[in-house]
């Protein structure tokens, strides 16, 4: 089974034709062993590509086998891959996720894409005052579901003893991803995010998005936000007029492989 690996800011994934995996074989089970970073080859999540219909249709798993319904990191990293693997000629992408058709425009300069921005579509505000664990959270969902925790201090451990909990809060029928935030000036804040289904990850791009949002509404930042995070920093545009949330950042190839049992 041929695959590729590439990361978004550190933010890592396991790329595959569906041709490549057999029928009976379980996606599920398939993304937990691949994704194992000591047994397998080690990653965030598995995607899985179709090729069957048009727009390419993106089915995404997370390293627990847990199924998420976009990715924006992994989108990102997708526009490269279809464009330098020659399945596209365009900079102007769309893919369809189990949350939507997702468009991406890509950056190119002598064959190669330097960046991709993501429409990551319309915020859905969810609660702006829901107390979990004596934390006060802002729900936003943005193609899948998140939680934003404000903080004045920013630690590896916050997220680590808090991550977990609030992931599998009963609140969340589904489980939600958890973000904590600090605001740095009116155009840039600081996001670590635990996410549903991979754990602690250096970096998330909807998260990024759910947290420049809930920091707007606040009435913290300007409507574009430079978003730092562990894995380097992501450009976040909310259009006023449109009301949809759009992303920008780079990916890069890590290697290619083929799985021999």
């Known amino acids: 089974m041929n695959f590729s690996k590439m990361t978004g800011l550190g933010n890592d994934f396991i790329i595959i034709d569906e041709k490549e995996i057999s029928k009976e074989v379980d996606r599920s089970h398939l993304a937990k062993k691949l994704c194992d970073r000591r047994f397998g080859i080690g990653a965030d999540g598995l995607m899985v590509l179709s090729y069957k219909q048009s727009p390419i249709f993106l089915e995404m798993y997370n390293s627990d086998g847990s199924q998420a319904s976009t990715c ?99 609140s969340f029928e589904n489980g939600v991803n958890v973000n904590f935030v600090h605001i740095q000036t009116r155009k840039s804040i600081r996001v670590k995010t635990w996410e549903r289904g991979a754990g602690k990850t250096l970096a998330c791009g909807s998260g990024a998005s759910a947290s420049m949002v809930a920091a707007f509404l606040k009435g913290e930042v300007e409507n574009k936000v430079m978003v730092n995070l562990d894995g380097g920093t992501l450009e976040i545009n909310l259009e006023e007029q449109e009301k949809v949330v759009k992303m920008k950042g780079g990916c890069d190839w890590v290697f290619h492989g083929k799985v021999i049992n």
């Open 72 to 170: 924006g990191n992994a989108l990102r990293c997708i526009g490269k891959y279809l464009y330098e693997t020659n399945w596209t000629s365009t900079e102007n992408i769309e893919i369809d996720t189990t949350s939507g058709i997702k468009n991406l425009q890509l950056e190119t300069r002598d064959n190669k894409v330097y960046s991709v921005t993501v429409n990551m579509g319309v915020p859905i505000i969810h609660s702006r005052n829901l107390e979990l664990e004596n934390f006060n959270c802002v729900v936003i969902d943005i193609g899948n579901l998140h939680s934003v925790i404000f903080t004045p201090y920013l630690t590896d451990e916050l997220v680590l003893e808090w991550g977990p909990e609030i992931e599998k809060h009963s």
